[in-house]
């Protein structure tokens, strides 16, 4: 169950650099530290040196180290938001969140998983839902109809942006890529008759699945769909 991150009062005092500490500044220099080079530098301690100020500071904006992770989450999902044009079709529209969303989530690769497996209950994951309910319900989706599909390609999003997410070395892609090669184009037909068949197109079993899979979603509602 999601719990609220920040504390209603917090007393607002320099830092020992100077610097008047809230939720905001606190939030940028614990993602600063997440996706620093060489990986994912983030521990309170860090953070209280990042900012200038003593760690247990940290508390009196957040319950703990995962309360502030959680408010990050929602805090990303603003990058979508805040730049959301809504199109004139409820569908395309759809198709621009859903593609905001898992852009937003490869821009931050190592807060994917934790984005795709946790509900926030933060105003911008509300925002979203409230965003993508109301345009299946403009589409003429009655209220469970509605909600239903919403989850299905929120999940189908999030899913995909934590696969895609994956940090690979140069090195480690290469290698992957030289291995199916190699599997591809020894298959035995009388083992594999009907991969041989397709041998040419196997390497497509690699390419991101985000942009099928979302047409296939968007395809199935507009048939269902009364406008």
Known sequence: MATRSTSIR?????????????ADLIIAAALRLIEAPGGNALTV??????????????????????????????RLLAETLDGFVPAAH????????????????????RLALLRAVRFTAGPNELRAADLGIGLLMSAGFSGPDAVR?????????????????SEMTAEQERAEE????????TLPAED???L????????AMSEP??????????????????R
């Open 45 to 74: 301690r860090r953070l209280g040196v990042e900012l200038g100020a003593d760690p247990s500071a940290i508390y009196r904006y957040f319950r703990n180290l995962d309360a502030m992770l959680i408010a990050i989450t929602d």
């Open 192 to 194: 594999y008759p009907h």
């Open 178 to 185: 030289q291995a199916l090669s190699r599997a591809y184009a």
């Open 90 to 109: 409820w569908a395309d529209s759809l198709r621009a969140l859903a593609e905001g969303v898992y852009r937003s989530m490869l821009r931050h690769p």
């Open 209 to 226: 699945a985000f942009p099928g899979v979302l047409e296939k979603l968007l395809d199935g509602f507009l048939m269902v769909s009364k």
């Open 10 to 22: 917090v007393r607002r005092r320099p830092t020992r650099a100077g610097v008047v500490l809230d």
């Open 149 to 165: 599909h919403y989850r299905d390609l929120i999940e189908a999003v999030y899913a995909l942006a934590a696969i895609d997410a």
């Open 196 to 203: 041989a068949a397709v041998r040419a197109d196997l390497p």
